[in-house]
């Protein structure tokens, strides 16, 4: 019903900043919960960040408080994530995921391909 596609992945030195931006194509974007997750190999996948459908309500993993800003242009069916002060630790496959606003459930329904975000130091 949505497709994702992320972008803006790239390699930065510590400290610095990167913006991803997730693209959706199809209906209704305003009625989906974004979210952005990332994965490292011999790792779980953990969620970064999530919005909800009208930006009243975000969420931020620890990890990344205070350096992270997740946000969404419905106008343009966009999503985003702006990484400040990257660490290291913060290199990972970066996945754009939705999920209906009417879902019962807390697991994300769509998914993108993944954009690779490497920082070093």
């Known amino acids: 019903q949505v497709q994702l596609v992320e972008s803006g992945g790239g390699l930065v030195q510590a400290g610095g900043s990167l913006r991803l931006s997730c693209a959706a194509s199809?209906?209704?974007?305003?009625?989906?919960?974004m979210a952005w997750f990332r994965q490292t190999p011999g790792k779980e996948r953990e969620i970064v960040a999530a919005?909800?459908?009208?930006?009243?309500?975000?969420y931020y993993a620890d990890s990344v408080k205070g350096r992270f800003t997740i946000s969404r242009d419905n106008a343009k069916n966009t999503a985003y994530l702006q990484m400040n002060s990257l660490k290291p630790e913060d290199t990972a496959v970066y996945f754009c995921?939705?999920?209906?606003?009417?879902?019962?459930?807390?697991?994300?329904?769509?998914w993108g391909q993944g954009t690779q975000v490497t920082v070093s130091s």
């Open positions: 995921a939705a999920r209906k606003i009417t879902s019962p459930s807390r697991e994300y329904d769509f």
């Open positions: 199809g209906r209704a974007f305003n009625s989906y919960n």
């Open positions: 919005i909800n459908w009208n930006s009243a309500s975000t």
